[in-house]
């Protein structure tokens, strides 16, 4: 079981920017490294269901940007720090939610299943509004 720690959640205004970023750690108890493992962001709003809006995958760490935030937002991933960062551009106020990472080893990224993903973190809270 991997501990992920979300962090960066703020309230910004309509247009501008955050970045949040996921700290994984628990690797020693797995037998396995952050390159074993698909790292996804999600996002759940009130009322609404999780939605999978980035996703770096294992083996190379190839980054995969949902359609419905395509162009605004960037994942990234730092081995070396087992850290996985969400970079949010332009955003709007129905970019508002609760954002979490999780980990799997054997999720597939652009199957976007939040229910593929047994690792999650707690959760940072993003809200857009001026």
């Known amino acids: 079981q991997l501990e992920l720690v979300e962090s960066g959640g703020d309230l910004v205004q309509p247009g501008g920017s955050l970045r949040l970023s996921c700290a994984i750690s628990?690797?020693?108890?797995?037998?396995?490294?952050?390159?074993?493992?698909?790292i996804g962001w999600f996002r759940q709003a009130p009322g609404k269901e999780r939605e999978g809006v980035g996703c770096?995958?294992?083996?190379?760490?190839?980054?995969y940007i949902a359609d419905s935030v395509k162009g605004r937002f960037t994942i990234s991933r730092d081995s070396a720090g087992s850290t996985v960062d969400l970079q949010m551009n332009t955003m709007s106020p129905k970019d508002t939610a609760v954002y979490l990472c999780?980990?799997?080893?054997?999720?597939?990224?652009?199957?976007?299943?939040?229910?593929?993903?047994?690792?999650w973190g707690q959760g940072t809270q993003v809200t857009v509004s001026s």
């Open positions: 999780a980990a799997d080893r054997w999720s597939t990224c652009t199957n976007w299943d939040p229910a593929e993903y047994d690792d």
């Open positions: 628990g690797f020693s108890l797995t037998g396995f490294d952050l390159d074993d493992y698909n």
């Open positions: 770096v995958t294992k083996r190379g760490g190839v980054p």
